[in-house]
C-alpha cells in the first residue's frame, strides 16, 4: 500500500537557489521585463537553466519520486510572482513536478509580514486535512520575518545549511521523519 501523500512547504533561498537574493532579484528583474513586453520567457534560458543549484533539485526530484510529494511554496518570491509566472519559473527551470503537484493553496499567505512558521500554522488550519501529513523545507539562515521554530513545529521542520542547500543530508532526514510518522500512524 502507497503512503499517503506528503505536502512540502517549500522555501527556495538556502534550499535550492544559493548565494543570497542576487538570483531573486536577476529572476524578478526578467519576469518584469517580460511582463513589459520587452522580452519572451524562452529569451531567458539562461537564466532559468542555472536558477536552481543542480544537486539540491536533484535530491527534492529524488524525494518527489518516492513519496510523489505536493508542495505548498513559503518563499518569498510569491510576493511579485504571481501563479502564472510562478508556474512558467518552475516549468523553464527544472521544477516542472513542483509546478504539477501545488496544492490548490499553493502558497502561504503572503500578504502580512508574520513569520513563516505563523504563516505555515494558519495555513494548516485552513487545511487541517494535511495536520500531520506535512514537512517543512528551510534553510538557516534568520533575519526579518524569520523566526526560530517553535517546538511544536521543529518535527515538522528540515533545515538546509544556506551555503549548500539541500543535500543527502536533509532529503534523508525527511526520508526518516516522514517514512517514521507512517509506521507510528
Known amino acids: 500500500m ?5 505536502l512540502l512547504f517549500l522555501e527556495f533561498e538556502g534550499v535550492l537557489v544559493l548565494g543570497g537574493s542576487a538570483k531573486r532579484d536577476m529572476m524578478a528583474d ?3 521585463d517580460i511582463a ?5 520567457w524562452r529569451d531567458h534560458q539562461v537564466l532559468w537553466t542555472n536558477l536552481f543549484e543542480a544537486e539540491p533539485l536533484r535530491q527534492l526530484k529524488a524525494l518527489h519520486n518516492q513519496f510523489q510529494l505536493q508542495y505548498c511554496l513559503t518563499t518569498d518570491w510569491t510576493g511579485f510572482l504571481d501563479k502564472a509566472a510562478m ?6 527551470s527544472g521544477l516542472g513536478f513542483v509546478a504539477g503537484n501545488l496544492h490548490v493553496r499553493w502558497e502561504v499567505d503572503q500578504g502580512h509580514r508574520a513569520a513563516r512558521t505563523d504563516q505555515i500554522k494558519a495555513w494548516l488550519h485552513l487545511n487541517s486535512d494535511w495536520y500531520d ?3 517543512a523545507l528551510d534553510s538557516d539562515v534568520r533575519g526579518p520575518g524569520v523566526q526560530d521554530w517553535p517546538k511544536e513545529l521543529t518535527d515538522f521542520a528540515v533545515l538546509c ?9 536533509e532529503a534523508d532526514a525527511i526520508r526518516a521523519r516522514y517514512l517514521g510518522r507512517i509506521t507510528s500512524s
Open 2 to 6: 502507497k503512503p499517503p501523500a506528503l
Open 30 to 32: 526578467t519576469v518584469s
Open 36 to 40: 513589459r513586453g520587452n522580452s519572451t
Open 161 to 169: 545549511c544556506s551555503d549548500a542547500g539541500l543535500t543527502q543530508f
Open 87 to 92: 508556474l512558467n519559473v518552475l516549468h523553464l
Open 133 to 135: 501529513r506535512w514537512l
